[in-house]
C-alpha cells in the first residue's frame, strides 16, 4: 500500500513549483496524458516498474519519448520518482496535485451516490444546497450504485453522510439484533 505522506508531500512541492511559474493547470494536463500513455503501453508500463532495468535506462526512455511534449518541471518530476523508487506513486500524486489546486481555488469535492441516475437539475440543487451547507463552491461528482436502494451518500473531505435505505436497513438490524429476547410463559 502506498503511503499517502509520501504522494502528498511530492504534490504540494510540485504545486508551489507550478504556481509560482502561473503552470498549474498546464503541468496538471501534460502529468495526467503522461500517466494515460505509461498506462496504455503494458510494455512501457511493466518497463518503468520493473525492479530488473536500471534507473539509468529508464529515464533515457522517459527522455527519448516525453522530452518534446513535456515542460522541464514535469520531466524532472518523473525522473526523480524513478531515481527515489517511488514511479508507483505517480497517480497518487496526480491526486493529491488536483486537491491542492482545487483547495487552492476554494472548491470542495464530493461524491455522491444514488440509488438511480439523478436528473441535471435535481443534480445542480443538490450541488447547490451542499455549497450553502459547506459554505464553498462544492464540485460534485455523481455516481449510481443500486445498492443504497434508496437515497443518497454523500462523501466531503473523509466524512461520509449516510442518507440511504440501505444504512436506515442496517440500522434497523442492528437495534433487532442487541434487543433482548423475551421467553413467553404459557
Known amino acids: 500500500m502506498l503511503d499517502e505522506s509520501v504522494a502528498v508531500r511530492y504534490a504540494k512541492t510540485f504545486y508551489a513549483i507550478a504556481f509560482e511559474k502561473e503552470k498549474t493547470e498546464a503541468w496538471k494536463e501534460q502529468l495526467q496524458k503522461t500517466i494515460t500513455s505509461i498506462k496504455e503501453s503494458e510494455f512501457l508500463f511493466k518497463f518503468l516498474h520493473s525492479p ?8 533515457e526512455v522517459i527522455n527519448k519519448l516525453f522530452s518534446n511534449r513535456l515542460d522541464t518541471p514535469v520531466l524532472n518530476l518523473i525522473k526523480i520518482l524513478i531515481d527515489k523508487n517511488r514511479i508507483a506513486y505517480i497517480e497518487f500524486i496526480l491526486e493529491m496535485y488536483k486537491k491542492q489546486i482545487m483547495t487552492e481555488k476554494g472548491i470542495t469535492q464530493a461524491l455522491v451516490k444514488t440509488a438511480a441516475e439523478l436528473p441535471v437539475q435535481e443534480k445542480e440543487r443538490l450541488q447547490n444546497a451542499l455549497s450553502k451547507f459547506l459554505k464553498s463552491k462544492v464540485e ?40 433482548p429476547v423475551l421467553e413467553l410463559k404459557s
Open 52 to 59: 530488473c532495468i536500471n534507473k539509468k535506462s529508464k529515464k
Open 140 to 179: 460534485a461528482q455523481f455516481t449510481v450504485d443500486p445498492k443504497i436502494i434508496a437515497g443518497t451518500t454523500i462523501m466531503v473531505d473523509g466524512k461520509i453522510i449516510d442518507w440511504s435505505v440501505s444504512r436506515k436497513l442496517e440500522e434497523i438490524k442492528d437495534i433487532i439484533s442487541r434487543a
